[in-house]
């Protein structure tokens, strides 16, 4: 059973970078999402099988960067530029198909999430 284990939140001043990793078990599509108080969990970026597979959300695109590091079993979200709307819990998952999607349905189990506050 894949194994996920979060880290790299915190708080971080707006326009300021993040890097978040993700302690994966095995080999699959991988995506990090995003869940604030009171909002639906919302995909932010995923990456496929071979790095080259990559999406994000609109709402992040040029600013977050996911990657992953098959030696290290370590997936990454590289956040930069952030923004006051960006705080949440970030939660890594692993897909269930083949295709790095963004929909939130397709992934699962999820990690323990990590937590990102940004000030202004």
């Known amino acids: 059973q894949v194994q996920l284990v979060e880290s790299g939140g915190g708080l971080v001043q707006a326009g300021g970078s993040l890097r978040l990793s993700c302690a994966v078990s095995g080999r699959y599509v991988m995506g990090w999402f995003r869940q604030a108080p009171g909002k639906e969990r919302e995909a932010v970026a995923a990456i496929g099988l071979q790095s080259d597979n990559r999406t994000y959300a609109d709402s992040v695109k040029g600013r977050f960067t996911i990657s992953r590091d098959y030696a290290n079993k370590m997936v990454y979200l590289q956040m930069d530029s952030l923004k006051p709307e960006d705080p949440a819990v970030y939660y890594c998952?692993?897909?269930?198909?083949?295709?790095?999607?963004?929909?939130?349905?397709?992934?699962?189990?999820w990690g323990q999430g990590t937590q990102v506050n940004v000030s202004s």
């Open positions: 998952a692993a897909g269930r198909r083949y295709l790095a999607t963004l929909v939130v349905q397709e992934y699962g189990p």
